[in-house]
């Protein structure tokens, strides 16, 4: 989108009206004329754009917030307001519903987590002592780097991480 120009010409002198160099020449204008109009901010809209409109209007066409036209279709916002918080209210039991179907199965998998987690310490440990007492070493590096290239793969950088910790809970830190 092209940028407001400014007001404020390089080669000239500021007039003496002259306050802010970043007022574009439209907004100028209006103010000079009286015609001021006041944007405010609406907070709860979270818009910068929105025309304050304390009380409803009957101006035709306008789409400015709070406006009522009859027969038009246009809806105040305090209408969408409470139509929405009715719905939220009529949706919050199948919600509520739906996040506790879910973190049951969150349950389960973090459960099944910690016991795949202590089952395959468990394995490292036997491969490890099995090794050892035959003669062999404790650790198996190219077997670990093996393991954390597969995580790496499947999980990027979390993945590193976890596999060094996984492998950790096995043979012990390095
Ligand atoms: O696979 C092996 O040889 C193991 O000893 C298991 C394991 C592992 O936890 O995955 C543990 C230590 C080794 O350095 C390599 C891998």
């Known amino acids: ?46 818009s910068r754009r929105s025309r304050l409109n304390a009380e409803p209007t009957d101006a035709p066409g306008s789409r400015a917030r709070g406006v009522r036209v009859p027969g038009a279709g246009h809806q105040s916002q305090t209408d969408k307001d409470e139509r929405m918080a009715a719905i939220t209210m009529e949706q919050q039991p199948a919600a509520d519903e739906h996040i ?3 973190r049951n199965r969150i349950d389960e998998i973090d459960a099944a987590l910690v016991a795949l ?20 070493t404790r650790l198996v590096l190219s077997r670990e780097r093996e393991i954390l290239e597969r995580f790496s793969a499947e999980l990027g950088a979390d993945g590193t991480q976890l596999a060094l910790l996984i492998l950790r809970a096995g043979r012990g830190p390095l």
């Open 1 to 46: 989108m092209a940028r407001a120009s400014l007001c404020r010409p390089t080669d000239r002198k500021p007039p003496e009206h002259f306050t802010s160099p970043r007022i574009p020449c439209h907004t100028r204008r209006r103010d000079r004329a009286g015609a001021a109009l006041l944007f405010l901010r609406l907070r709860e809209s979270g």
């Open 100 to 102: 506790a179907g879910l």
């Open 117 to 136: 987690w202590k089952e395959r310490a468990a394995i490292s440990r036997e491969v490890g002592a099995t090794r050892v007492a035959a003669g062999g």
